[in-house]
T-cell receptor, first 117, second 112 residues
Framework: GAGVSQSPSNKVTEKGKDVELRCDPI?????LYWYRQSLGQGLEFLIY????????KSGLPSDRFSAERTGGSVSTLTIQRTQQEDSAVYLC???????????????FGPGTRLTVL | KQEVTQIPAALSVPEGENLVLNCSFT??????LQWFRQDPGKGLTSLLL?????REQTSGRLNASLDKSSGRSTLYIAASQPGDSATYLC???????????FGKGITLSVRP
């Protein structure tokens, strides 16, 4: 079946502009996650959705970052007034999370490479 | 705060060699541990997931073990092939927010 998809695959923007990154999880997966992968920093957790609600936003680096999920499916990560340090690969993942038991594999999308000039 | 360490950062081996990739984590209160593979410019592919109650998982030439009390996991790759060249990431799931904490990965190169 279809995996996690993300768009765009690449985004180049100018400092100060807003960007929106999109994630389409695997159909039926109730949990959705955003991560960021920066050179030298490894992968860091940003935010987690269970259904449409985000119980943990502690990983968002600043108030310029926000995310929403609608209909328990598609999610968008918005970065306002982008800065050069926001340049990274933004990865989305989803998992089934059946019965609230945290034992399910997280399946990752190919990522969006964001470059802020 | 959970920290995951993978050493060395890079490894080069000749084709056919059996090898072990190590992962250590500081907080043993984990739900599970996953090993991922990442090819250049690509997303992550899950290789193996070990639940906290399990000791090991096997898939083909891959075997992952978990010693939760000592905070260690190993990924064993048998009869390595050039196609195994990639970055291998270890991640542990902790807390009620399903947060995965990743190591920085081991970049493996298998020489023909």
């Amino acid at each position: 079946g279809a995996g996690v998809s993300q768009s765009p695959s690449n985004k180049v923007t100018e400092k100060g502009k807003d960007v929106e990154l999109r994630c389409d999880p695997i159909s039926g997966h109730t949990a959705l996650y955003w991560y960021r992968q920066s050179l030298g920093q490894g992968l860091e957790f940003l935010i987690y959705f269970q259904g449409n609600s985000a119980p943990d936003k502690s990983g968002l680096p600043s108030d310029r970052f926000s995310a929403e999920r609608t209909g328990g499916s598609v999610s968008t990560l918005t970065i306002q007034r982008t800065q050069q340090e926001d340049s990274a690969v933004y990865l989305c993942a989803s998992s089934l999370q059946s019965g609230g038991v945290y034992t399910d594999t997280q399946y990752f999308g190919p990522g969006t490479r964001l470059t802020v000039l | 705060k959970q920290e995951v360490t993978q050493i060395p950062a890079a490894l080069s081996v000749p084709e056919g060699e059996n090898l072990v990739l190590n992962c250590s984590f500081t907080d043993s209160a984990i739900y599970n541990l996953q090993w991922f593979r990442q090819d250049p410019g690509k997303g992550l592919t899950s290789l193996l997931l070990i639940q906290s109650s399990q000791r090991e998982q096997t898939s083909g030439r891959l075997n992952a073990s978990l010693d939760k009390s000592s905070g260690r996991s190993t990924l064993y790759i048998a009869a390595s092939q050039p196609g195994d060249s990639a970055t291998y990431l270890c991640a542990v799931l902790t807390g009620a927010n399903s947060k995965l904490t990743f190591g920085k990965g081991i970049t493996l190169s298998v020489r023909p």
